[in-house]
């Protein structure tokens, strides 16, 4: 019996390791630390310095040094609130049971300037300047360059291109 259970495990490990090298979000996605993660910018200000005011409007507009237009859920089931400038948006979405959590960044325009590792970009750059990364195509058969973090995989920032052109057309972060 031991050995049927070891056999099983073996051969459902050796599956999950050839699945893992066949699928293609598995393989064509860029996986960094949760330090590298954290510390993508934009303008200078960190995807962990966002997460970490939690949606409070005064933390927000000390962090960005502007007072940013703030939108808020009524609904006490669900609550959200947005944050929008003419250069980024973004949200935190928040249960009854758990506290405000970043649910979505867009780049607004091509002044913002992105930060991941030590590659600096904008809106309307080519992809070229990210360096050697892996594409992603999509269900729909656009294509994407996700970056993630392996033990937060369900959240990312995608830098979506013009295929034909490599021009870079949006960058956003969001999460499942």
Known sequence: ??????????????????????????????????????????NDITLGSIKHTR???????????????????????????????????????????????????DVENNTVAVKIGNKIIHIGDSIDKLGNVKILTNTDGSKSILFLSEPADDQWVSVDFNQSTKIITKIYYTTI
């Open 1 to 42: 019996m031991k050995k049927l259970l070891l056999t099983t495990i073996l051969f459902f490990g050796i599956f999950l390791t050839g699945y893992s090298q066949t699928n293609p979000y598995i393989q064509n996605k860029n996986v960094i630390s949760w330090d590298e993660f954290t510390d993508i910018s934009f």
């Open 55 to 105: 949606g409070d409007p005064a933390k927000v507009n000390a962090l960005f040094g502007v007072t940013m237009k703030v939108e808020k859920s009524d609904d006490p089931n669900y609550y959200w609130i947005s944050f929008h400038n003419s250069d980024i948006s973004f949200s935190f979405d928040e249960l009854v049971t758990s506290p405000a959590v970043l649910s979505s960044l």
